[in-house]
């Protein structure tokens, strides 16, 4: 049986899917990525949040208090390499780390159909080649 605070969040995320156009009929982009450019849920004070170049990517480093720093995770965000980035996926990687005890890297790499395949494996989304 699902807890009152799975349902409420539950709740929450139907409620800004319905909001933010993401169940429109018709698939759009640019609604698609404004959807995926924030997120509902805060980060906890307690997590730390570390930015850092990973090889001229721009990434994060989502550290909650009882993760292991010898223990590390990388997790690229979905989207289907159109949306989606670092703001919108800085709360699941926290819940990730509390449930791995992990050390999480978030990657923010570049989107199509800007930068077509490959440039989402090399280089910041923010104007590198």
């Not at 307690?46 to 590390?72: L, Q």
């Not at 949306?83 to 923010?108: H, N, V």
Request: glycine letters at 10%; one cysteine or more.
């Amino acid at each position: 049986m699902a807890t009152e605070a799975f349902k409420e969040t539950l709740k929450a995320v139907k409620d800004w899917a319905e909001t933010s156009g993401l169940m429109a009929e018709q698939f759009e982009l640019e609604t698609l990525r404004s959807g995926m450019s924030t997120s509902l849920f805060p980060v906890s004070d307690t997590t730390k949040v570390i930015k850092v170049d990973a090889g001229g990517v721009p990434a994060e480093w989502i550290i909650t208090p009882d993760a292991k720093t010898n223990r590390r995770m990388a997790y690229f965000h979905g989207g289907g390499f159109t949306a989606g980035g670092l703001d919108f996926i800085r709360p699941f990687s926290e819940w990730l780390s509390k449930a791995s005890g992990c050390s999480i890297l978030i990657i923010d790499y570049r989107l199509a159909p800007e930068n077509p395949f490959p440039a989402a494996c090399g280089g910041s989304r923010r104007g590198a080649p």
